[in-house]
């Protein structure tokens, strides 16, 4: 199992920024690919930004100048830092990550964290 917890979420004015961050504790050894969601209200959970064990990044086209994820493997952290927030990034974020094991994918969510931007 592996467990996430976020911090970093909050209210803030639009144009002003935010890092959220994600501890993962558990089978952390085995983990692959890391990553933020988000869901806003009445819609669907969307993918924000992913990084691999490697380091490799994939971003929604909406956020891909604005946000910036880091992962610390040293410290079984992952960061979104997220600048320029605009209205509609309003949401709450969930901390993502997988790992596989004898060919058997397990994906764990963290339980989410707010983040409200007013216009």
């Known amino acids: 199992q592996v467990q996430l917890v976020e911090s970093g979420g909050g209210l803030v004015q639009g144009g002003g920024s935010l890092r959220l961050s994600c501890a993962a504790s558990g089978r952390i050894f085995s983990i692959d690919a890391m990553g933020w969601y988000r869901q806003a209200p009445g819609k669907q959970r969307e993918l924000v930004a992913t990084i691999n064990s490697g380091g490799s990044t994939n971003y929604e086209d909406s956020v891909k100048s604005r946000f910036s994820i880091s992962r610390d493997n040293a410290k079984n952290m992952v960061y979104l830092q997220m600048n320029k927030l605009k209205p509609e990034d309003t949401g709450v974020y969930y901390c993502?990550?997988?790992?596989?094991?004898?060919?058997?994918?397990?994906?764990?969510w963290g339980q989410g964290t707010q983040v409200t931007v007013s216009s």
């Open positions: 993502y990550a997988n790992r596989t094991e004898m060919g058997v994918l397990y994906v764990y």
